[in-house]
């Protein structure tokens, strides 16, 4: 069973920086495509950036330019650098595989997430 901690979560003023690390096991890591997803309150769970297996990125136009999403098969560990923060990134980042439809709700096993507050 695959199982998703995510870290690097916390209070940031808006402009700033926070890199986020997510490890998972139970899984062949190296061939899924990964994504970072996030859930703000009283909103669905969205997609905002993925990597192929062989590293080919993609992100949501809402963070283009200031996210930068990797991977590190040897660790089965995906990041997430998130540059010039806005108040509305405020959100708990999750990472999971990424489904050939790009749809959360392909998947019912998650973890517990990791918090990001950006301050204006």
């Known amino acids: 069973q695959v199982q998703l901690v995510e870290s690097g979560g916390g209070l940031v003023q808006a402009g700033g920086s926070l890199r986020l690390s997510c490890a998972a096991s139970?899984?062949?890591?190296?061939?899924?495509?990964m994504g970072w997803y996030r859930q703000a309150p009283g909103k669905q769970r969205e997609l905002v950036a993925s990597?192929?297996?062989?590293?080919?990125?993609n992100y949501a136009d809402s963070v283009k330019g200031r996210f930068t999403i990797s991977r590190d098969n040897a660790k089965n560990k995906v990041y997430l650098q998130m540059n010039s923060l806005k108040p509305e990134d405020t959100a708990v980042y999750y990472c999971?595989?990424?489904?050939?439809?790009?749809?959360?709700?392909?998947?019912?096993?998650w973890g517990q997430g990791t918090q990001v507050t950006v301050s204006s």
């Open positions: 999971n595989r990424v489904s050939v439809s790009r749809r959360p709700t392909d998947f019912d096993s």
């Open positions: 990597v192929t297996n062989r590293g080919s990125t």
């Open positions: 139970g899984i062949i890591f190296s061939i899924y495509a």
